[in-house]
């Protein structure tokens, strides 16, 4: 009984420790500079530009957030592809793994830690991206302005986040060219499932099951019909057109499924994969 405690402490130690070095990486290659530069100046454009021509602000506060918040997906895919997409496959491209792999640390804390990290990196960002609308939205309606849809916002998208990132883990866990497993993870979020939420919408199918079509409720929840760009961000609240909106509980349960079951599958191939 010991010694499955001591284990248990132990792996929890090199899952921390791999966090750690993982972050300092991320901050070492500016990859955390780049995209907390956008989490600032995105949001700063829908309030620097009416004040600047001597635009009227939207009527209300939600409407004010939901067209701030109309690149939030865009922003979320682009991280998690920066922070997830090379996560396990350089490590295998790179030949890293041969030092790494041999040392007492098992390999599942430190694919876990490398999965942490990008989880806290994109969270960081979409923290960021809120509290940068929100200060906004006080400045403009005071703190009235900010309400419970916009919590329950930033909460789905904080979910919308881990699933990507398993997503792009996963391919990551599956590739072995860091490029490749970067790109493909970041063009089935940005354009395949889209394109297919488009398609069975187009022949009247519900596309529930599709993750980036449960990222509408990130606007959704806000009650308002205004939109913004990329997955989860159309018209009539349906990515790139389509007439059907997320069930608020389907949705969730959706998201939390890609979160997951692409996140357990990832480290199970991982686990497997071979340094050749």
Same mark, same amino acid.
């Given at each position: ?30 990859? $955390?500079?780049? &995209? &907390? ?121 904080? $979910? ?44 009247? &199918? ?15 929840? $806000? ?40 996140? $357990? ?12």
């Amino acid at each position: 009984m010991t010694s499955l405690k001591d284990d248990l402490v132990g792996d929890i130690i090199n899952v921390y420790l791999s966090v750690k070095f993982e972050l300092r990486k991320h901050l070492k290659r500016k990859r $955390l500079h780049m &995209v &907390v530069a956008l989490a600032i100046l995105l949001p700063l454009i829908f309030y620097v530009v009416p004040l600047l021509f001597n635009m009227d602000f939207a009527d209300t506060a939600n409407e004010f957030a939901s067209g701030n918040l109309g690149f939030i997906t865009l922003l979320i895919i682009i991280s998690g592809a920066i922070f997830a997409g090379d996560a396990i496959s350089s490590e295998f491209e790179k030949k890293t793994g041969l030092l790494l792999f041999p040392t007492p640390q098992r390999r599942t804390s430190i694919f876990v830690g490398k999965y942490i990290a990008a989880i806290v990196s994109v969270w960081l960002v979409v923290s960021l991206y809120y509290l940068i609308t929100m200060l906004e939205i006080v400045q403009i309606y005071s703190m009235g302005g900010i309400s419970i849809e916009l919590a329950k916002s930033f909460l789905i998208a904080l $979910l919308y986040a881990a699933s990507v990132i398993s997503i792009i883990y996963f391919f990551s866990s599956i590739l072995k060219r860091t490029i490749t497993s970067t790109l493909i993870g970041f063009f089935t979020l940005m354009m395949i499932l889209p394109i297919i939420s488009t398609v069975l919408s187009a022949v009247d &199918v519900d596309p529930w099951f599709l993750v980036t079509h449960s990222a509408n409720l990130i606007a959704e929840v $806000l009650g308002t019909s205004r939109g913004g760009f990329g997955p989860g961000n159309g018209p009539e609240g349906n990515g790139f057109g389509g007439g059907f909106s997320p069930d608020f509980y389907v949705g969730i349960y959706v998201m939390v499924l890609y979160t997951i079951g692409f996140f $357990l599958t990832s480290i199970g191939l991982a686990n497997r994969k071979e340094m050749r």
